[in-house]
């Protein structure tokens, strides 16, 4: 765990400082996309970290003995939490770098220990309005550059909040060259913080944003890639590459809740632009079964055209029921937000050693010797939407669901 502090100009201090001698517990980082229609961005829950301030080392900038003395003050404080492994030869691998800013008061007791709420660095687009930049017409890229490099007195404010030496480092601005929705007359109000707009252009897109284990912004799309990275094998599955690394699952469930094969966005008081999948009473479709559920939402800055492609991105990307899988493993701290990876859970075997009757004479079949456990999932490709990796026992929890 390391830290940078604010100048007296406002700046941060160019080098990172290690306080990792100071940790009493590391918290647990959370990252997920919930991966529907209702969220439609990237969210990422606090982190709270526990420091050993026996010292007053992380007292106010008033306090002589404090670390933050002669910098400007405590809040706005970047911190970087580094998470890796060693191999099998003892070579450092590198994992889940974590940036974080601190954004509230910390709390101290008398126990020597002070806690903060750390918050990721994307916080800081809560604390500034959108409303100001260029609104001519541009891609949603575009607005997410504009908003991103948004100037004040000449100024601008959200550089020094990412880690990149230039622009094209510190902003991986939809880098893929994704398609994506081209507005005609974007509109942002005085009410609209940065945040806002960058999640409408997340939804409009089907979109997240995050930053990246090198420290800067990145904007891109959901999808999980071109092939699998990883394979998640529980009791019964096993491979030479990535052995048993399912600890428990918590749960597997078909997600209906949040499947929309209707699509709604209203451009304009009372207009709306509909995309829908087909059905008919009796032909055993989503919405003969569980109903026409639609996704509503109103979207005024759209005009008729681009409503309409908004609302079919977001119905071809739910209309669908896809099974979600939660579940805790063994430290894998290298693995990301939608990555493309493989599930299988079979179940243990019934019998110790089902080789005679099992498998020789009865050629595989299940008649004498079965898998216990009411999970069976085999090779299902799925995406990461969701992870917890807790500094404190070196366990991850994922939530995958079906691509």
């Known amino acids: 765990m390391s830290i940078k502090r604010i100048n007296p ?3 941060y201090e160019t080098s990172w400082l290690d306080i990792s001698q100071y940790v009493m517990s590391w918290g647990r980082i959370n990252r997920k996309i919930g ?10 829950l606090p982190v709270q970290v526990v420091l050993d301030n026996s010292r007053r080392l992380f007292n106010d900038s008033n306090t002589f003995e404090s670390l933050f003395l002669h910098f400007k ?4 404080t970047r911190f970087k939490i580094e998470h890796g492994f060693l191999d099998e030869d003892g070579a450092e691998v590198a994992g889940l770098v974590w940036y974080g800013i601190m954004v509230s008061k910390p709390v101290i007791n008398n126990r020597g220990q002070i806690s903060f709420i750390v918050h990721p660095v994307e916080k800081i687009f809560e604390k500034y309005t959108g409303f100001g930049i260029s609104t001519a017409a541009g891609t949603t890229a575009a607005l997410i ?11 601008r404010i959200f550089d020094k909040y990412f880690e990149g030496a230039n622009d094209a480092a510190k902003y991986l601005i939809n880098s893929a060259g994704d398609a994506v929705t081209t507005i005609s007359a974007p509109s942002i109000a005085e009410k609209d913080y940065t945040v806002d707009k960058i999640r409408d252009y997340s939804i409009y897109d089907n ?3 995050y930053t990246d284990n090198t420290g800067n912004f990145v904007w891109k799309s959901k999808s999980p890639g071109a092939a699998s990275v990883w394979t998640f094998n529980g009791a019964g599955s ?3 590459d990535f052995g048993i690394n399912i600890c428990e699952v918590y749960s597997e469930i078909e997600d209906i809740d949040n499947t929309f094969p209707r699509v709604a966005i209203e451009y304009s008081a009372g207009n709306y632009e509909v995309s829908a999948t087909v059905w008919s009473p009796g032909d055993g479709s989503y919405q003969d079964i569980y109903g026409e559920k639609t996704y509503r939402e109103s979207y005024y800055e759209l005009i008729q055209a681009e409503a309409a492609a908004v609302a079919l991105k977001l119905r071809e990307a739910e209309q669908e029921i896809k099974r979600i899988w939660h579940f805790s493993s063994f430290y894998i701290p290298q693995l990301e937000l939608c990555n493309w990876v493989t599930m299988n859970y079979v179940g243990k075997l019934t019998v110790s050693n089902p080789f005679i009757l099992g498998v020789s004479l009865l050629g595989g079949t299940d008649d004498l010797t079965g898998y216990t456990n009411s999970l069976k ?11 917890t990796l807790d500094g404190n026992t070196s366990r991850t929890e994922f939530k995958i669901k079906e691509i």
């Open 9 to 11: 100009d406002m700046s």
């Open 35 to 44: 991966d529907n229609v209702f969220l439609g961005q990237y969210q990422q």
């Open 73 to 76: 003050t405590r809040f706005g």
């Open 145 to 155: 550059d504009r908003l991103v490099k948004r100037e004040l007195s000449s100024k």
């Open 207 to 209: 979109f997240h944003y």
């Open 238 to 240: 096993f491979d030479n």
């Open 377 to 387: 999932v085999s090779g299902v490709e799925c995406k990461i939407i969701e992870f």
